[in-house]
């Protein structure tokens, strides 16, 4: 989306911090961002909603890869230039 990030992320053990990944994350790539003289990324805070079952994760993640379609940026979620996924395949997850 080219003006706000969806994501769907799992804590792979009981130390995971979402505060932590998130303030890192946005940290790191707002500081690329000015670097390239590209000014401020990032509004202070974000959004979250917890998913409790594999169900609303794959709900979830529907509506995220869909999201580009929806919004008329492409035609097919796979043609969206900034989908990916670290553990299955795009096709996997739709």
């Not at 529907?62 to 230039?81: F, I, Q, R, S, W």
Request: proline letters at 3%; glycine letters at 6%; aromatic letters at 8%.
């Amino acid at each position: 989306m080219p003006d706000h990030l969806h994501l769907v992320i799992a804590g792979l053990c009981r130390e995971s911090d979402l505060k932590r990944f998130a303030k890192m994350a946005k940290q790191r790539s707002g500081a690329a961002h000015a670097h390239a003289d590209m000014g401020r990324l990032w509004q202070p805070g974000y959004w979250e909603t917890l998913l409790r079952s594999s169900d609303d994760v794959r709900a979830a993640t529907k509506y995220v890869l869909n999201n580009p379609v929806n919004a008329g940026l492409v035609e097919c979620t796979a043609d969206y230039a900034f989908s990916s996924a670290d553990t299955a395949a795009l096709s996997e997850l739709l």
